[in-house]
Protein backbone atom coordinates (compact mmCIF):
# COMPACT_ATOMS: atom_id res chain seq x y z
CA UNK A 1 0.00 0.00 0.00
CA UNK A 2 1.03 3.72 -0.75
CA UNK A 3 1.61 6.35 1.91
CA UNK A 4 0.67 9.61 1.04
CA UNK A 5 0.71 12.51 3.33
CA UNK A 6 0.34 16.51 2.92
CA UNK A 7 4.18 17.92 4.46
CA UNK A 8 3.94 21.88 4.69
CA UNK A 9 2.21 22.83 1.60
CA UNK A 10 2.55 20.09 -0.66
CA UNK A 11 1.86 16.28 -1.55
CA UNK A 12 4.24 13.25 -0.63
CA UNK A 13 4.15 10.02 -1.40
CA UNK A 14 5.68 6.46 -0.13
CA UNK A 15 5.26 3.22 -1.48
CA UNK A 16 6.94 0.26 -0.48
CA UNK A 17 8.17 -3.68 -1.08
CA UNK A 18 10.22 -6.63 -0.78
CA UNK A 19 13.24 -7.43 -3.04
CA UNK A 20 14.51 -10.98 -4.15
CA UNK A 21 16.44 -10.84 -0.95
CA UNK A 22 12.88 -10.35 1.34
CA UNK A 23 14.83 -7.12 2.52
CA UNK A 24 11.96 -3.92 2.69
CA UNK A 25 12.78 -1.15 0.07
CA UNK A 26 11.17 2.13 0.15
CA UNK A 27 10.49 5.01 -2.79
CA UNK A 28 9.03 7.96 -2.28
CA UNK A 29 8.50 11.21 -3.87
CA UNK A 30 7.58 14.82 -2.55
CA UNK A 31 6.80 18.30 -4.15
CA UNK A 32 2.94 17.38 -5.51
CA UNK A 33 0.58 20.52 -5.50
CA UNK A 34 -2.12 18.07 -4.80
CA UNK A 35 -3.11 14.95 -3.08
CA UNK A 36 -4.20 13.39 -6.51
CA UNK A 37 -1.35 14.13 -8.35
CA UNK A 38 0.30 12.23 -5.72
CA UNK A 39 -1.72 9.07 -5.67
CA UNK A 40 -1.81 9.03 -9.42
CA UNK A 41 2.53 8.63 -9.01
CA UNK A 42 1.67 5.97 -6.04
CA UNK A 43 -0.78 4.10 -8.26
CA UNK A 44 2.39 4.47 -11.64
CA UNK A 45 4.71 2.53 -8.83
CA UNK A 46 2.26 0.04 -7.48
CA UNK A 47 2.02 -1.09 -11.31
CA UNK A 48 5.66 -0.75 -11.89
CA UNK A 49 6.23 -2.97 -8.48
CA UNK A 50 4.28 -5.98 -10.07
CA UNK A 51 6.42 -5.68 -13.08
CA UNK A 52 9.51 -5.59 -11.26
CA UNK A 53 10.66 -2.15 -12.98
CA UNK A 54 10.95 -0.23 -9.70
CA UNK A 55 14.36 0.80 -8.07
CA UNK A 56 15.21 2.60 -4.66
CA UNK A 57 18.36 4.08 -6.23
CA UNK A 58 18.24 7.38 -8.18
CA UNK A 59 22.04 7.52 -9.89
CA UNK A 60 23.69 10.50 -10.92
CA UNK A 61 22.97 10.16 -15.14
CA UNK A 62 26.13 10.35 -16.01
CA UNK A 63 27.63 7.51 -13.82
CA UNK A 64 24.89 5.79 -14.40
CA UNK A 65 25.59 5.71 -17.69
CA UNK A 66 29.69 4.60 -17.27
CA UNK A 67 28.25 1.52 -15.16
CA UNK A 68 25.73 0.62 -17.97
CA UNK A 69 28.10 0.68 -20.87
CA UNK A 70 31.21 -0.71 -19.44
CA UNK A 71 28.58 -3.66 -18.47
CA UNK A 72 26.76 -4.13 -21.53
CA UNK A 73 28.40 -2.32 -24.52
CA UNK A 74 32.36 -2.28 -24.59
CA UNK A 75 33.09 -5.95 -24.04
CA UNK A 76 34.73 -7.47 -26.92
CA UNK A 77 34.22 -4.22 -28.70
CA UNK A 78 37.38 -2.56 -30.80
CA UNK A 79 39.40 0.24 -28.63
CA UNK A 80 37.78 3.05 -31.22
CA UNK A 81 34.16 2.02 -29.88
CA UNK A 82 35.09 2.12 -26.02
CA UNK A 83 36.57 5.58 -26.98
CA UNK A 84 33.26 6.94 -27.80
CA UNK A 85 31.79 5.48 -25.27
CA UNK A 86 33.90 7.17 -23.09
CA UNK A 87 33.88 10.36 -24.83
CA UNK A 88 29.99 10.53 -24.23
CA UNK A 89 30.25 9.95 -20.62
CA UNK A 90 32.89 12.56 -20.35
CA UNK A 91 30.09 14.89 -22.20
CA UNK A 92 27.31 14.17 -20.08
CA UNK A 93 29.44 14.53 -16.90
CA UNK A 94 30.60 18.08 -18.52
CA UNK A 95 26.76 19.24 -19.16
CA UNK A 96 25.02 17.39 -16.44
CA UNK A 97 27.36 17.17 -13.51
CA UNK A 98 25.94 15.69 -10.39
CA UNK A 99 22.11 16.15 -11.73
CA UNK A 100 20.07 12.53 -10.44
CA UNK A 101 19.04 10.57 -13.83
CA UNK A 102 15.62 11.05 -12.07
CA UNK A 103 15.75 14.97 -12.83
CA UNK A 104 16.67 14.61 -16.24
CA UNK A 105 13.81 15.56 -18.44
CA UNK A 106 12.78 16.06 -21.93
CA UNK A 107 13.62 19.50 -22.29
CA UNK A 108 16.65 19.42 -20.86
CA UNK A 109 17.98 16.74 -22.91
CA UNK A 110 16.66 19.04 -25.80
CA UNK A 111 18.90 21.52 -24.83
CA UNK A 112 21.86 19.58 -23.97
CA UNK A 113 21.64 17.99 -28.00
CA UNK A 114 20.82 21.66 -29.67
CA UNK A 115 24.12 23.08 -28.25
CA UNK A 116 25.77 19.07 -29.20
CA UNK A 117 24.38 20.00 -32.91
CA UNK A 118 26.16 22.94 -32.48
CA UNK A 119 29.52 21.87 -33.73
CA UNK A 120 28.95 18.14 -34.44
CA UNK A 121 28.09 16.43 -37.84
CA UNK A 122 24.88 14.67 -38.37
CA UNK A 123 26.44 11.16 -38.28
CA UNK A 124 28.29 12.13 -35.01
CA UNK A 125 24.34 13.13 -33.46
CA UNK A 126 22.92 10.45 -34.74
CA UNK A 127 25.64 7.94 -32.88
CA UNK A 128 25.57 10.09 -29.47
CA UNK A 129 21.93 10.11 -29.36
CA UNK A 130 21.50 6.38 -30.71
CA UNK A 131 23.41 5.03 -27.79
CA UNK A 132 21.99 7.54 -24.79
CA UNK A 133 18.75 6.92 -25.72
CA UNK A 134 19.46 2.87 -25.51
CA UNK A 135 21.36 3.62 -22.29
CA UNK A 136 18.08 5.51 -20.92
CA UNK A 137 15.72 2.60 -22.70
CA UNK A 138 17.72 0.26 -20.02
CA UNK A 139 16.99 2.66 -16.93
CA UNK A 140 13.39 2.55 -17.71
CA UNK A 141 13.52 -1.26 -17.65
CA UNK A 142 15.74 -0.96 -14.17
CA UNK A 143 13.05 0.83 -12.58
CA UNK A 144 15.13 3.46 -12.36
CA UNK A 145 12.54 6.37 -14.00
CA UNK A 146 9.07 5.84 -15.55
CA UNK A 147 9.34 7.70 -18.71
CA UNK A 148 12.60 7.81 -21.88
CA UNK A 149 13.03 11.61 -21.54
CA UNK A 150 15.55 10.45 -24.70
CA UNK A 151 12.05 9.78 -26.63
CA UNK A 152 10.49 12.40 -29.32
CA UNK A 153 13.39 14.33 -29.64
CA UNK A 154 14.49 16.65 -32.81
CA UNK A 155 17.78 16.19 -33.85
CA UNK A 156 19.90 18.98 -35.08
CA UNK A 157 23.33 19.10 -36.43
CA UNK A 158 26.36 21.40 -38.31
CA UNK A 159 26.00 20.97 -41.87
CA UNK A 160 29.49 22.39 -42.23
CA UNK A 161 30.74 19.48 -40.22
CA UNK A 162 28.75 16.97 -41.74
CA UNK A 163 31.37 14.70 -44.18
CA UNK A 164 30.35 14.18 -47.64
CA UNK A 165 31.28 10.74 -48.96
CA UNK A 166 34.43 11.02 -50.77
CA UNK A 167 34.52 8.48 -54.45
CA UNK A 168 35.48 8.60 -57.64
CA UNK A 169 33.63 9.07 -61.00
CA UNK A 170 32.83 6.12 -63.31
CA UNK A 171 35.62 7.47 -65.63
CA UNK A 172 37.97 7.70 -63.09
CA UNK A 173 37.23 4.30 -61.85
CA UNK A 174 38.02 2.90 -65.38
CA UNK A 175 41.22 4.72 -65.60
CA UNK A 176 42.18 3.68 -62.06
CA UNK A 177 41.24 -0.15 -62.83
CA UNK A 178 43.49 0.33 -66.48
CA UNK A 179 46.44 1.81 -64.52
CA UNK A 180 46.65 -0.99 -62.02
CA UNK A 181 46.49 -3.75 -64.97
CA UNK A 182 49.01 -2.16 -66.11
CA UNK A 183 51.74 -4.48 -65.73
CA UNK A 184 50.01 -6.13 -62.70
CA UNK A 185 51.75 -9.57 -61.85
CA UNK A 186 50.91 -11.78 -58.76
CA UNK A 187 53.82 -9.88 -56.47
CA UNK A 188 51.86 -6.96 -56.75
CA UNK A 189 49.85 -7.93 -53.94
CA UNK A 190 47.93 -4.03 -53.45
CA UNK A 191 46.92 -3.86 -56.64
CA UNK A 192 44.71 -6.91 -56.91
CA UNK A 193 43.16 -5.81 -53.36
CA UNK A 194 42.25 -2.75 -54.76
CA UNK A 195 40.64 -3.99 -57.77
CA UNK A 196 38.75 -6.44 -55.34
CA UNK A 197 37.11 -3.64 -53.70
CA UNK A 198 36.42 -1.57 -56.95
CA UNK A 199 34.48 -5.27 -58.28
CA UNK A 200 32.90 -5.96 -54.91
CA UNK A 201 32.54 -3.19 -52.34
CA UNK A 202 33.79 -5.65 -49.68
CA UNK A 203 34.95 -4.24 -46.47
CA UNK A 204 39.48 -3.88 -46.53
CA UNK A 205 39.02 -6.41 -43.44
CA UNK A 206 37.09 -8.89 -45.56
CA UNK A 207 39.54 -8.72 -48.53
CA UNK A 208 42.56 -9.21 -46.39
CA UNK A 209 41.66 -12.91 -45.21
CA UNK A 210 39.49 -14.01 -48.37
CA UNK A 211 40.15 -17.28 -48.70
CA UNK A 212 40.22 -19.43 -52.78
CA UNK A 213 37.25 -21.60 -50.57
CA UNK A 214 35.28 -18.78 -50.28
CA UNK A 215 35.39 -17.92 -54.32
CA UNK A 216 32.97 -20.29 -56.01
CA UNK A 217 34.58 -20.01 -59.24
CA UNK A 218 31.65 -21.36 -61.31
CA UNK A 219 28.67 -19.74 -60.08
CA UNK A 220 30.76 -16.83 -59.49
CA UNK A 221 30.23 -15.96 -56.27
CA UNK A 222 32.17 -14.68 -53.19
CA UNK A 223 30.85 -15.86 -49.65
CA UNK A 224 32.27 -14.00 -46.80
CA UNK A 225 32.00 -14.79 -43.63
CA UNK A 226 34.83 -12.97 -41.64
CA UNK A 227 36.75 -9.88 -41.68
CA UNK A 228 40.34 -8.95 -39.98
CA UNK A 229 39.96 -6.56 -36.89
CA UNK A 230 42.58 -4.20 -37.31
CA UNK A 231 42.43 -2.53 -33.87
CA UNK A 232 42.24 -5.50 -31.95
CA UNK A 233 44.88 -7.44 -34.84
CA UNK A 234 42.54 -10.78 -34.83
CA UNK A 235 40.61 -12.14 -37.14
CA UNK A 236 36.92 -12.26 -36.66
CA UNK A 237 34.41 -14.83 -38.14
CA UNK A 238 30.81 -13.06 -38.58
CA UNK A 239 29.33 -16.48 -37.30
CA UNK A 240 30.60 -16.30 -33.44
CA UNK A 241 28.94 -15.52 -30.74
CA UNK A 242 31.41 -12.94 -29.70
CA UNK A 243 30.84 -10.60 -32.01
CA UNK A 244 29.45 -7.21 -30.58
CA UNK A 245 29.60 -4.75 -33.26
CA UNK A 246 26.75 -2.04 -34.18
CA UNK A 247 27.17 -2.28 -37.86
CA UNK A 248 28.50 -5.68 -38.50
CA UNK A 249 27.19 -8.97 -37.05
CA UNK A 250 25.60 -11.95 -38.77
CA UNK A 251 24.05 -10.00 -41.37
CA UNK A 252 27.58 -9.58 -42.92
CA UNK A 253 27.86 -13.25 -43.52
CA UNK A 254 27.02 -12.75 -47.61
CA UNK A 255 26.92 -14.20 -50.74
CA UNK A 256 27.94 -11.33 -53.24
CA UNK A 257 27.65 -12.09 -57.05
CA UNK A 258 30.56 -11.44 -59.44
CA UNK A 259 32.16 -10.66 -62.38
CA UNK A 260 33.91 -12.53 -64.57
CA UNK A 261 36.42 -10.48 -65.35
CA UNK A 262 37.36 -10.22 -61.64
CA UNK A 263 37.61 -13.86 -60.84
CA UNK A 264 40.11 -14.09 -63.97
CA UNK A 265 42.12 -11.26 -62.32
CA UNK A 266 42.14 -12.97 -58.91
CA UNK A 267 43.45 -16.45 -60.64
CA UNK A 268 46.70 -15.13 -61.29
CA UNK A 269 47.47 -15.03 -57.10
CA UNK A 270 47.51 -18.96 -57.51
CA UNK A 271 50.75 -18.92 -58.29
CA UNK A 272 51.34 -17.61 -55.05
CA UNK A 273 50.59 -21.13 -53.54
CA UNK A 274 48.56 -19.77 -50.27
CA UNK A 275 45.14 -20.57 -48.52
CA UNK A 276 44.68 -16.91 -48.68
CA UNK A 277 44.24 -14.91 -51.80
CA UNK A 278 46.60 -11.63 -50.89
CA UNK A 279 49.29 -13.21 -49.01
CA UNK A 280 52.12 -12.49 -51.33
CA UNK A 281 55.59 -15.54 -51.62
CA UNK A 282 57.37 -13.97 -49.04
CA UNK A 283 54.11 -14.63 -46.75
CA UNK A 284 53.07 -11.42 -45.64
CA UNK A 285 49.94 -9.39 -46.38
CA UNK A 286 50.31 -5.50 -46.98
CA UNK A 287 49.09 -3.47 -44.81
CA UNK A 288 46.18 -0.82 -44.97
CA UNK A 289 49.06 1.89 -44.80
CA UNK A 290 50.68 -0.19 -47.83
CA UNK A 291 47.47 -0.32 -49.78
CA UNK A 292 46.99 3.16 -49.47
CA UNK A 293 50.54 3.90 -50.30
CA UNK A 294 50.16 2.27 -53.81
CA UNK A 295 46.50 4.20 -54.54
CA UNK A 296 48.13 7.58 -53.89
CA UNK A 297 50.67 6.32 -56.02
CA UNK A 298 48.12 5.26 -59.13
CA UNK A 299 45.86 8.32 -58.23
CA UNK A 300 48.22 10.92 -58.62
CA UNK A 301 49.62 9.07 -62.07
CA UNK A 302 46.31 9.52 -63.29
CA UNK A 303 45.76 13.73 -62.02
CA UNK A 304 43.25 12.54 -59.78
CA UNK A 305 43.35 15.22 -57.03
CA UNK A 306 42.06 13.51 -54.05
CA UNK A 307 43.96 13.79 -50.85
CA UNK A 308 41.81 12.41 -48.26
CA UNK A 309 41.12 9.29 -50.45
CA UNK A 310 41.73 5.63 -48.84
CA UNK A 311 41.10 2.19 -49.74
CA UNK A 312 37.51 2.61 -47.44
CA UNK A 313 36.66 5.00 -50.21
CA UNK A 314 36.77 2.60 -53.10
CA UNK A 315 33.74 0.72 -51.00
CA UNK A 316 31.97 4.29 -51.30
CA UNK A 317 32.72 4.20 -54.72
CA UNK A 318 31.12 0.82 -55.72
CA UNK A 319 28.35 1.44 -53.87
CA UNK A 320 28.36 5.27 -55.83
CA UNK A 321 28.36 3.02 -59.25
CA UNK A 322 25.47 0.37 -58.20
CA UNK A 323 23.23 3.66 -57.30
CA UNK A 324 23.83 5.98 -60.22
CA UNK A 325 22.66 3.09 -62.33
CA UNK A 326 19.98 2.91 -60.34
CA UNK A 327 20.12 -0.51 -58.25
CA UNK A 328 17.52 -0.56 -55.56
CA UNK A 329 19.37 0.64 -52.26
CA UNK A 330 17.40 -3.31 -50.76
CA UNK A 331 20.31 -4.98 -53.46
CA UNK A 332 23.22 -2.35 -52.10
CA UNK A 333 22.49 -2.89 -48.43
CA UNK A 334 22.53 -6.49 -48.21
CA UNK A 335 25.66 -6.44 -50.98
CA UNK A 336 27.41 -4.32 -48.15
CA UNK A 337 26.80 -6.63 -45.51
CA UNK A 338 24.43 -3.96 -43.40
CA UNK A 339 22.09 -5.04 -41.24
CA UNK A 340 19.47 -2.52 -42.41
CA UNK A 341 18.61 -0.45 -45.06
CA UNK A 342 18.28 2.78 -42.75
CA UNK A 343 22.50 2.18 -42.03
CA UNK A 344 23.15 1.93 -45.54
CA UNK A 345 21.05 5.25 -46.31
CA UNK A 346 22.19 7.05 -43.40
CA UNK A 347 25.79 6.25 -44.74
CA UNK A 348 25.05 7.34 -48.20
CA UNK A 349 22.42 10.35 -47.82
CA UNK A 350 24.94 12.49 -49.65
CA UNK A 351 25.01 10.13 -52.86
CA UNK A 352 20.93 9.44 -52.54
CA UNK A 353 20.63 13.65 -52.38
CA UNK A 354 22.38 13.85 -55.72
CA UNK A 355 20.41 11.26 -57.43
CA UNK A 356 17.33 12.84 -56.00
CA UNK A 357 18.49 16.21 -57.59
CA UNK A 358 19.38 13.94 -61.01
CA UNK A 359 15.83 12.49 -60.87
CA UNK A 360 14.50 15.38 -60.14
CA UNK A 361 15.75 17.12 -63.70
CA UNK A 362 15.13 14.16 -65.61
CA UNK A 363 11.29 14.62 -64.36
CA UNK A 364 11.20 18.26 -65.45
CA UNK A 365 13.00 16.97 -68.69
CA UNK A 366 10.53 14.70 -69.08
CA UNK A 367 7.34 17.13 -68.54
CA UNK A 368 8.75 19.83 -70.73
CA UNK A 369 8.00 17.34 -73.47
CA UNK A 370 4.55 17.33 -72.67
Given at each position: MAYIYKRGKTWRAKVSWYDLTGKRRFKTKQGFATKSQARKWANEMEVAKDENKISDQDPVFAEYFKDWYTTYKIPGTSNNTKNRYKHIYELLQKYFGKTKISKITRHNYQDFLNKYGEDHSKNTVYKTNGSIRSCIADAVSDGLIRKNFAQRIKLTWNKERTRKIDYLNFKQVQELKKSLLNGIKPSYISRYMLLTIIYTGMRPGEIRVLTWKDIDFKNQTIHITK????????????????????TKNHSSTRIIKVDQKLLDILSDLKDNNHERLFIGKDGTIPTSSAVNKVLRKHLKKLEINKPSFHFHSLRHTHVAMLLFQHVDLYSISKRLGHSNMSITASTYAYMLDELKQQSDQQIVNILDKI
Amino acid sequence: MAYIYKRGKTWRAKVSWYDLTGKRRFKTKQGFATKSQARKWANEMEVAKDENKISDQDPVFAEYFKDWYTTYKIPGTSNNTKNRYKHIYELLQKYFGKTKISKITRHNYQDFLNKYGEDHSKNTVYKTNGSIRSCIADAVSDGLIRKNFAQRIKLTWNKERTRKIDYLNFKQVQELKKSLLNGIKPSYISRYMLLTIIYTGMRPGEIRVLTWKDIDFKNQTIHITKSWDYDQQKLINYDSDDINKETKNHSSTRIIKVDQKLLDILSDLKDNNHERLFIGKDGTIPTSSAVNKVLRKHLKKLEINKPSFHFHSLRHTHVAMLLFQHVDLYSISKRLGHSNMSITASTYAYMLDELKQQSDQQIVNILDKI
